[in-house]
Every structure is written in C-alpha cells, then in structure tokens.
T-cell receptor, first 114, second 115 residues
Framework: KNQVEQSPQSLIILEGKNCTLQ??????????LRWYKQDTGRGPVSLTI?????NTKSNGRYTATLDADTKQSSLHITASQLSDSASYIC?????????????FGAGTRLAVHP | ETGVTQTPRHLVMGMTNKKSLKCEQH?????MYWYKQSAKKPLELMFV???????ENNSVPSRFSPECPNSSHLFLHLHTLQPEDSALYLC??????????????FGEGSRLTVL
C-alpha cells in the first residue's frame, strides 16, 4: 500500500534554532516528492519539488533532501523564525493511480516559540 | 495570494440545508481539484476536473456534488450533510502535462461546520 509517514507529529523549538522534519514513503515508483507549508487556517503552499534524481533542493532557509534508495526525505529549517510556525506536509507523486497518485502525509506541526 | 480564491471561508449549516462552495483560479491552469482536510489526517482527494471533464470521483458520497462550468470555476454543492463532514475543504489547481501532475496551487479553504 502506498503510504507517506511523517515524523515527528509535532515539534516545539525556540526561535533561531534549526530543526529537521522527516518523511518516509513506500510509494514506488515515484515521479517526484513535494514539501508544502500550511499556516493555520490557510491553504498549503509549495516549498520544494524534487524528482527522484535530485538529492537536495533549497528554498531560502528551507532545505529538502531526498534519498530514493531508502525512500526517505527530510526538510531542514535553518535559523527558525516565528513565521515558520505551521504544518509541513510531505507529498509523493507516484506514476500510477491516475489522479490519486499524489499521496499525502498527515503533516508535522511546528511551533516556534520566542 | 496563490491565484486560487475560495468562498465562503467559513460556513455553518444544518443537516437539511443545501449550500455551495465556490472556487475560482486565475492561473490559466487546466486541472482543478477538491480536497477534504480533517484534523490530523492527510488530505483526501475528492474530485478532479481536467479540461472541465471530471476525471476522478474518489468514492465520495452523493451528498457532495461537484460542478465545473468552465476551466476557471469549480463548485461543490452540499446537500443533507452529516456532522462528520465537518472539515476544511480545499480547492487546488495545476497545469498538467499528460500524466505529469503540475505544482498544486491551493486556495485558502472553506471551513465547514455541520450541526
């Protein structure tokens, strides 16, 4: 069964600290892996999209890594800010399953405290 | 501003009411989606329209009825809902190329509460 598991479920860090969010998936084969940020009460916004051949991709203070062999991805946030408080959703785009091929994780809820 | 606008942002309805959610995209995309987001659960795909044709109906109960009058507008008609249908309903659009799903652009969502 195609699944995307994210850990931790929730995380609290102090402003200025770094953190890493994990995403493990069983989707195979896959086309790409996406990370989204969702502020409370808002829709998700794309942070990065990586194909299976890309190992790392950055978007400002956000850096995503991908290991297609172990089927793991991580999202690293550097020098966190209060505005980073949000849910971070990992999505794997598989080749099959029609439009159901986007498999969503349940998200990691990050709280950045001053 | 993502280019995808949803109205209303909040909706409270009784189980016997009929209401509609509206979505409009200003991005020129060829695909539009309805997703349901419940607390602590992954987004659930409900419907997909590609070039105004419904291409996916993910076993959604008939009390949810989608409508796509043109490539920029998408509606979700609601009728005799249940309290468990209370959730955040997200609309998204993408520019798809063949079997490749483009980047999804989401609206802000419509928070639905069924009493």
């Amino acid at each position: 069964k195609n699944q995307v598991e994210q850990s931790p479920q929730s995380l609290i860090i102090l402003e200025g600290k770094n953190c890493t969010l994990q995403c493990n998936y069983t989707v195979s084969p896959f086309s790409n892996l996406r990370w989204y940020k969702q502020d409370t009460g808002r829709g998700p916004v794309s942070l990065t999209i990586m194909t299976f051949s890309e190992n790392t991709k950055s978007n400002g203070r956000y850096t995503a890594t991908l290991d297609a062999d172990t089927k793991q991805s991580s999202l690293h946030i550097t020098a966190s800010q209060l505005s980073d408080s949000a849910s971070y959703i990992c999505v794997v785009d598989g080749f099959s399953g029609g439009y159901n091929k986007l498999i969503f994780g349940a998200g990691t809820r990050l709280a950045v405290h001053p | 501003e993502t280019g995808v606008t949803q109205t209303p942002r909040h909706l409270v309805m009784g189980m016997t009411n009929k209401k509609s959610l509206k979505c409009e995209q200003h991005l020129g995309h060829n695909a539009m989606y309805w997703y349901k987001q419940s607390a602590k659960k992954p987004l659930e795909l409900m419907f997909v329209y590609s070039l105004e044709e419904r291409v996916e109906n993910n076993s959604v109960p008939s009390r949810f009825s989608p409508e796509c009058p043109n490539s920029s507008h998408l509606f979700l008609h609601l009728h005799t809902l249940q309290p468990e249908d209370s959730a955040l309903y997200l609309c998204a659009s993408s520019q798809d190329e063949g079997t490749d799903t483009g980047e999804l652009f989401f609206g802000e969502g419509s928070r639905l509460t069924v009493l």
